[in-house]
């Protein structure tokens, strides 16, 4: 159960379970203050590794879709859609695992299984087999996986770290994602040519196993006490909506990490269409796109990692949501790559500060008891990103995918604009 406390109180930055730890080593950089911590460092390298993997096979596996459905946009975002249905449905059960047993347990399981799931796709490439149903069954498998896997990865960072060091280790964390986001689709990108992309799959599950191999050095499990609790799941479940939907800031962060997912990032899953369509790029062109993508990334979670303090939090989440649409509608008039670069690089900046911020404040207003769930209910919403760009992928078939695009990043606006003023109490918060 969690603490009985008043109920503006329980969710409470300096309400937080478990022992305090020491502070960082002040002779590192604010920047990379969560490095001093020995399991954070082994956490972040399977991070990389993991996401090192998720960059090349999104680069891969939509060059793969291309070939498969003659350059189809609906076909991207069906594929989308296969592995965002089960990270939609099935975190919530992740985010209840997450609070009952060992989170390394389930994060080294689900890694090794992502390492399988490619090792399959790969062989079914390279023998000629592969068929477009083959690679939604996949989506499926994969994002039941990332379902039980992400709560427990988000979550375990803050057995690790402590709460001043919080924001830090997150940000540095999407650090690293973002690294790979540079580094993944431009070296796929490029390997596409030479190793086919049979032969770049192969290397992504092989980034899989190295993930693996780093989580198993992991020393913290992050046990919690609810697996004795001997609820059963659904009541876990409902105990954690019941938490969330009586805190009006937490309520306020998980519609905040909703509805940008729905708008906002549409673009991830469409981009390669809108390369063929707007630059008639190939497959290293696709990859430097996304690269920038990357860059812009890295630094925006760079920036906030350098932040000692960030105050009125939320208002600036607001207001970071209304940049990120209306850079992502500038992005959609972009006709060349000297516009649509330094475009992407914004729209990767202000996404990455973004999601940072809001899982920094999900984490830190939730108590130690229904972290594993409140996570969960950000990265269920993560699911609901692929799935609107099934909409928006529908769109793009009939009035371009620059259009559709267009359309996101104004219908993000109108969302900052209108939750501003509908939720003034989030403004406040610290």
């Given at each position: 159960?969690?603490?009985?406390?008043?109920?503006?109180?329980?969710?409470?930055?300096?309400?937080?379970?478990?022992?305090?730890?020491?502070?960082?080593?002040?002779?590192?950089?604010?920047?990379?203050?969560?490095?001093?911590?020995?399991?954070?460092?082994?956490?972040?390298?399977?991070?990389?590794?993991?996401?090192?993997?998720?960059?090349?096979?999104?680069?891969?596996?939509?060059?793969?879709?291309?070939?498969?459905?003659?350059?189809?946009?609906?076909?991207?975002?069906?594929?989308?859609?296969?592995?965002?249905?089960?990270?939609?449905?099935?975190?919530?059960?992740?985010?209840?695992?997450?609070?009952?047993?060992?989170?390394?347990?389930?994060?080294?399981?689900?890694?090794?299984?992502?390492?399988?799931?490619?090792?399959?796709?790969?062989?079914?490439?390279?023998?000629?087999?592969?068929?477009?149903?083959?690679?939604?069954?996949?989506?499926?498998?994969?994002?039941?996986?990332?379902?039980?896997?992400?709560?427990?990865?988000?979550?375990?960072?803050?057995?690790?770290?402590?709460?001043?060091?919080?924001?830090?280790?997150?940000?540095?964390?999407?650090?690293?994602?973002?690294?790979?986001?540079?580094?993944?689709?431009?070296?796929?990108?490029?390997?596409?040519?030479?190793?086919?992309?049979?032969?770049?799959?192969?290397?992504?599950?092989?980034?899989?196993?190295?993930?693996?191999?780093?989580?198993?050095l992991i020393k913290t499990d992050g046990t919690q006490s609810n697996g004795r609790s001997g609820k059963g799941v659904a009541a876990d479940i409902r105990e954690g909506l019941k938490y969330a939907t009586g805190d009006p800031i937490l309520l306020g962060l998980v519609i905040m990490s909703l509805v940008p997912s729905l708008f906002g990032f549409p673009y991830l899953a469409l981009l390669p269409a809108w390369g063929r369509e707007v630059l008639n790029i190939q497959a290293d062109g696709l990859g430097i796109l996304m690269a920038c993508v990357g860059i812009g990334s890295l630094i925006g979670a760079m920036g906030l990692a350098s932040l000692d303090h960030l105050r009125k939090r939320g208002a600036f989440l607001v207001a970071n949501a209304f940049a990120w649409g209306s850079a992502l509608a500038i992005f959609s008039r972009c006709a060349?790559?000297?516009?649509?670069?330094?475009?992407?690089?914004?729209?990767?900046?202000?996404?990455?500060?973004?999601?940072?911020?809001?899982?920094?404040?999900?984490?830190?207003?939730?108590?130690?008891?229904?972290?594993?769930?409140?996570?969960?209910?950000?990265?269920?919403?993560?699911?609901?990103?692929?799935?609107?760009?099934?909409?928006?992928?529908?769109?793009?078939?009939?009035?371009?995918?620059?259009?559709?695009?267009?359309?996101?990043?104004?219908?993000?606006?109108?969302?900052?604009?209108?939750?501003?003023?509908?939720?003034?109490?989030?403004?406040?918060?610290?």
């Amino acid at each position: 159960m969690y603490p009985q406390t008043d109920q503006e109180n329980k969710c409470r930055p300096e309400h937080q379970g478990g022992k305090p730890r020491s502070l960082p080593n002040p002779k590192l950089p604010s920047a990379l203050q969560s490095f001093h911590y020995r399991d954070y460092r082994r956490l972040w390298v399977g991070t990389f590794f993991s996401f090192m993997a998720v960059g090349m096979e999104q680069i891969t596996r939509g060059w793969l879709i291309l070939r498969l459905t003659d350059d189809s946009p609906f076909a991207l975002a069906l594929v989308m859609m296969s592995f965002a249905l089960p990270m939609t449905f099935v975190s919530l059960i992740g985010g209840v695992l997450a609070d009952r047993i060992p989170r390394k347990r389930i994060i080294l399981l689900t890694q090794s299984g992502n390492a399988i799931l490619t090792l399959i796709l790969a062989t079914l490439d390279m023998t000629g087999f592969i068929l477009f149903r083959h690679l939604l069954a996949i989506g499926v498998c994969a994002g039941t996986l990332a379902a039980f896997n992400m709560p427990s990865r988000q979550s375990i960072i803050s057995d690790i770290v402590p709460l001043e060091s919080l924001m830090n280790a997150i940000s540095l964390s999407s650090a690293g994602m973002n690294i790979t986001r540079i580094i993944g689709p431009a070296l796929a990108g490029v390997l596409i040519i030479y190793l086919d992309t049979a032969g770049v799959f192969y290397l992504v599950a092989l980034s899989h196993a190295f993930s693996a191999l780093s989580t198993a050095l992991i020393k913290t499990d992050g046990t919690q006490s609810n697996g004795r609790s001997g609820k059963g799941v659904a009541a876990d479940i409902r105990e954690g909506l019941k938490y969330a939907t009586g805190d009006p800031i937490l309520l306020g962060l998980v519609i905040m990490s909703l509805v940008p997912s729905l708008f906002g990032f549409p673009y991830l899953a469409l981009l390669p269409a809108w390369g063929r369509e707007v630059l008639n790029i190939q497959a290293d062109g696709l990859g430097i796109l996304m690269a920038c993508v990357g860059i812009g990334s890295l630094i925006g979670a760079m920036g906030l990692a350098s932040l000692d303090h960030l105050r009125k939090r939320g208002a600036f989440l607001v207001a970071n949501a209304f940049a990120w649409g209306s850079a992502l509608a500038i992005f959609s008039r972009c006709a060349s790559y000297s516009t649509a670069l330094p475009a992407l690089l914004i729209v990767g900046l202000l996404s990455a500060v973004f999601m940072s911020l809001n899982m920094t404040l999900m984490q830190s207003y939730s108590s130690h008891e229904m972290r594993g769930r409140i996570v969960s209910m950000a990265l269920m919403t993560f699911g609901v990103m692929p799935l609107s760009a099934v909409p928006f992928g529908a769109v793009a078939e009939h009035i371009g995918t620059a259009d559709s695009l267009g359309i996101a990043g104004l219908l993000l606006c109108l969302f900052a604009i209108g939750f501003f003023f509908v939720f003034p109490k989030f403004r406040e918060v610290a």
